[in-house]
């Protein structure tokens, strides 16, 4: 610790500190001089994470343990106008179902029987090809097939964007699926809901049973 009042720079020696011998986490320090003023302060790892995500702000993550669905809140799109989703081992109670999606605003998530549209493109391993949509539907499909066993579950990353001056509010992106035949088949799916709301919430689920494992995890990008 320095006790001076002021310090040069040059003689914070950190050469010859002792080296952390771990992980750089959450709660670890750095110093900082706050709007290059001349002032020095602390920070914390954690705000790093916002300032080099390319300008995207952590929202909130969800694990699954055995639940029938999946929701993270706290999405605002009158703040942000652009979100990134990462599932990561996504994987169903039942084997052979479906990963599927909604959407809600403050009064809750929307199930509406023809509130959504849908489409998505399957590419397997083995060079073989489907595409299936719905223009009228009460969710968002995002991928079928997924096994029950730990290596066979979902894994993506999906966008929202909500600044789409059709009235929409959309969602595309990438995920792929293993199954127990050793398949793994590439997923592009591409969704909105057919008129536009002020998001705060998301959720996923499987069309039977509940999600056992994974985790959804939400970032945001504010309007310029």
């Known amino acids: 610790k320095l006790n001076t009042a002021s310090t040069l720079i040059d003689n914070l020696d950190i050469d010859g500190a002792t080296d952390i011998g771990a ?16 002032t020095n302060r602390k920070t914390a790892a954690s705000r790093l994470k916002t300032y080099i995500s390319h300008g995207l702000e952590f929202i909130g993550t969800i694990e699954a343990t055995d639940d029938a669905t999946i929701t993270v809140t706290g999405l605002d799109s009158s703040v942000y106008e652009h979100f990134e989703i990462q599932f990561a081992g996504i994987t169903p109670a039942s084997d052979n179902t479906d990963l599927q999606f909604r959407m809600g605003d403050s009064g809750g998530i929307d199930s509406g029987a023809s509130d959504y549209a849908w489409a998505k493109i399957r590419s397997d391993e083995n060079g073989s090809r489907s595409v299936t949509k719905d223009t009228s539907d009460g969710l968002i499909s995002i991928a079928a097939g997924l096994g029950n066993q730990t290596t066979e579950g979902y894994s993506g990353t999906l966008y929202i964007n909500t600044g789409d001056k059709s009235g929409h509010t959309l969602i595309y992106g990438t995920g792929a699926v293993k199954i ?12 909105m809901r057919l008129s536009n709301l ?27």
């Open 180 to 191: 127990a035949s050793e398949t793994i088949s590439l997923y592009l799916t591409y969704g």
């Open 23 to 38: 992980a750089i986490v959450d709660a670890d320090l750095f110093i900082i001089d706050d709007g290059a003023g001349g």
């Open 198 to 224: 002020t998001l705060t919430q998301i959720q996923a689920f499987i069309n039977t049973g509940n999600v056992s494992t994974g985790r959804m995890t939400v970032w945001g990008r504010k309007h310029a």
